[in-house]
C-alpha cells in the first residue's frame, strides 16, 4: 500500500515511545572512583562537577540509544510503505529536531541510579590551624612540646584535653616541654580520647607537617542531598583519629580512639577549624590515609552523621 502523504515531524513523533530509557546503569558501576569530582564538589559546595562527571561519562551510551531509536523508527516507515531513501532523506534534513525529542522522552537518570550503588566512602577530618602544623616526635620533643601558640596547642584543644594533665604525661614518659600549660579543668571528664594513646600517637609520628586527622566514611546520597555543603558533623563512638600528613606521606599510628561522640563543626573561615577531604588516592604531595597506611575500607570505622547544613535563603 503507498502511503498516503509525505513523511512529516508529527508522524515520526507520534511513532516514538512515551519515553526511553537513554542509560543503563550496571549493578557493579558506582562512584567508587569518582573521588575527583566529588572532592571538587566539596571544594565547590555544590554538585556541579559531579553531575557534569557523570554526564560526560555516559554521553557516548545516550548518544548510541538515540542512534539505535532513530533507526528502529526509520524501520517502522519502512513497514508503512515508505521509501528507505525516503526516511534517510527526512532524518538527514529533521536529524537535531528528531534527536531533540528524543532526549525529552529520557526517563533515566544514571546519576541517582550510580548514588544508590556507591557504599559509604571513605573521607577524613583534618584540624586547621594558624600555627600551620606539627612536626615529628623527635623534632618535636627536641626543642619541647610547647601548648602556647602552637598546633600542638590547637590539638590538644581540639580533643578537650586538660593541658596541665597533657604535660604531666609527658614529664612521665621524660619528654620535654616549654612554657605554660594551663590546668584546664572544664575538661575534665570530656576527654575525646585517653592521655595515654594521646601520648603514643606523639611517640609514633614519624614525620613532618602532621596535621590531627580524624577518619570516617560518609553516606555518598546523604552528602548529594546536602549538596555537598555542610556545616556540622558527628563522628561516632569508636573512631579512630591519629596524626597526618598528606604531604609528606606519613604520620602517626592512627589509633586514638573516641570515647565518646564527638560533633565538629566545618566553618568556612577562621582558625582553627576543620575541613572534611575525600580520601583520594593521590601522589606528589597530596596522599592518602590508604595510600601511606594501605588499609581497607573497614578501618576507617563507622559512617559520620550529617547534622545541619546551611539553609537556602527563601526567595518572595
Not at 533507526?71 to 526516511?87: N, P, R, S, T
Not at 548514588?115 to 618535636?140: A, Q
Not at 610547647?146 to 578537650?160: C, I, K, T, W
Not at 578501618?299 to 535563603?313: E, H, T
Amino acid at each position: 500500500m503507498e502511503p498516503k502523504k509525505e513523511i512529516d515531524p508529527d508522524m515520526v513523533r507520534g511513532l516514538m515511545d512515551e519515553t526511553y530509557s537513554l542509560t543503563y546503569i550496571d549493578y557493579d558501576e558506582n562512584l567508587d572512583k569518582r573521588t575527583a569530582a566529588i572532592a571538587e564538589c566539596l571544594e565547590a559546595k555544590n554538585g556541579i562537577a559531579l553531575i557534569e562527571d557523570v554526564e560526560e561519562r555516559y554521553s557516548l551510551q545516550m548518544e548510541e540509544s538515540v542512534v539505535d531509536i532513530m533507526e528502529g523508527l526509520k524501520k517502522e516507515l519502512a513497514g508503512m510503505g515508505y521509501k528507505k531513501w525516503e526516511a534517510e532523506k527526512f532524518f538527514e534534513e529533521n536529524e537535531e529536531g528528531i534527536k531533540e525529542a528524543i532526549y525529552s522522552r529520557d526517563n533515566s537518570d544514571p546519576l541517582k541510579d550510580l548514588l544508590r550503588n556507591t557504599g559509604k566512602i571513605p573521607v577524613r577530618i583534618e584540624l586547621l590551624s594558624n600555627y600551620d602544623c606539627i612536626n615529628s616526635h623527635w623534632l618535636e620533643s627536641s626543642g619541647g612540646y610547647r601548648y602556647e601558640e602552637s598546633y600542638f596547642g590547637d590539638m590538644v584543644d581540639a580533643l578537650n584535653l586538660n593541658p596541665a594533665k597533657v604535660r604531666k604525661i609527658l614529664t612521665e614518659h621524660k619528654e620535654k616541654t616549654a612554657g605554660i600549660f594551663p590546668d584546664k579543668r572544664s575538661g575534665n571528664g570530656k576527654e575525646q580520647i585517653s592521655y595515654e594513646q594521646f601520648y603514643e600517637e606523639l611517640e609514633n609520628a614519624c614525620c613532618g607537617a602532621n596535621l590531627l586527622t580524624y577518619i570516617a566514611t560518609i553516606d555518598i546520597r546523604e552528602l548529594y542531598e546536602a549538596d555537598f555543603n555542610l556545616t556540622e558533623i558527628i563522628l561516632p563512638k569508636g573512631n579512630k583519629c591519629g596524626l597526618f600528613s598528606s604531604m609528606q606521606g606519613g604520620g602517626s599510628l592512627m589509633e586514638m580512639e573516641l570515647k565518646e561522640d564527638v560533633r565538629l563543626r566545618l566553618s568556612p573561615d577562621g582558625f582553627p577549624r576543620f575541613r572534611l577531604r575525600v580520601e583520594e588516592d593521590g601522589r606528589d604531595c597530596d596522599y592518602s590515609v590508604r595510600q601511606v597506611y594501605g588499609v581497607f575500607d573497614s578501618f576507617y570505622g563507622k559512617p559520620l552523621s550529617i547534622i545541619s547544613q546551611p539553609q537556602i535563603p527563601q526567595t518572595v
